[in-house]
Nanobody, 119 residues
Framework: QVQLVESGGGLVHAGGSLRLSCAAS????????MGWFRQAPGAEREFVAS????????NYADFAKGRFTISRDNAKNTIYLQMNSLRPEDTAVYYC????????????WGQGTQVTVSS
């Protein structure tokens, strides 16, 4: 079973930046798409951004456009989420996820990494 391991979370002041990483445990893992989701206290998990494993297709939630950038390094089986101009409302646990097919659900999830933005 493939494991996804996130890192890079932490505490940052409003306006600051963080870069999250998510590494897949198997070098042969070749998903269709990978993404980032987040869940704030008392809220439902929400989509942040996604990226195709091949090609250049990316998608962003409206709140992430212009501030967050998703990227990948296929050789390292890793995706990244560069987050700039962070706001207190970005405080959440950020999860990495992957799916193997276009129509399938995100079936692989990481354990999450906490991002806290202080005002």
């Amino acid at each position: 079973q493939v494991q996804l391991v996130e890192s890079g979370g932490g505490l940052v002041h409003a306006g600051g930046s963080l870069r999250l990483s998510c590494a897949a445990s198997e070098h042969t893992f070749s998903p269709y798409r990978m993404g980032w989701f987040r869940q704030a206290p008392g809220a439902e998990r929400e989509f942040v951004a996604s990226i195709a494993w091949s090609g250049s297709s990316t998608n962003y939630a409206d709140f992430a456009k212009g501030r967050f950038t998703i990227s990948r390094d296929n050789a390292k089986n890793t995706i990244y989420l560069q987050m700039n101009s962070l706001r207190p409302e970005d405080t959440a646990v950020y999860y990495c996820a992957a799916k193997r097919t276009m129509i399938g659900q995100y079936a692989y999830w990481g354990q999450g990494t906490q991002v806290t933005v202080s005002s």
